[in-house]
């Protein structure tokens, strides 16, 4: 066998194991790769349905409070209908 020969089977060799290498690194990547985006999907909706939330309790919160202010209203216009002097309590 001569040294060329040599050459073009180590090449050959080289070229299919660095082929295998590279598979492998390619569909770990690959595996990897999968594994984060399911993760940041998990993360997002999570951060999705709190938002939601927020929203939901702040429209709560100033709906609440304007029936609040509606009682107050008609509180104060049953004292001056019936001539009842509101005092807070001590």
């Known amino acids: 066998m001569t040294s060329d ?6 090449e050959d060799n080289n070229a299919k194991f660095f082929g295998q290498v590279l598979k492998h690194v390619d569909e770990s990547i690959d595996k990897l790769d999968t594994k984060i985006t ?6 997002d909706t999570t951060l999705d349905g709190i ?3 927020l929203d939901t309790d702040d429209q709560e919160r100033v709906a609440a409070e304007a029936q609040l202010d509606r009682h107050g209203n008609w ?3 049953l004292a001056d209908a019936t001539h ?6 001590p």
């Not at 020969?5 to 180590?10: A, F, G, H, P, R």
């Not at 009842?84 to 309590?89: A, D, G, M, R, S």
């Open 5 to 10: 020969e040599l050459k073009v089977i180590l």
């Open 51 to 53: 938002a939601k939330r």
């Open 84 to 89: 009842t002097k509101l005092v807070p309590e």
């Open 75 to 77: 509180i104060g216009q």
């Open 38 to 43: 399911k993760r940041f999907d998990s993360v």
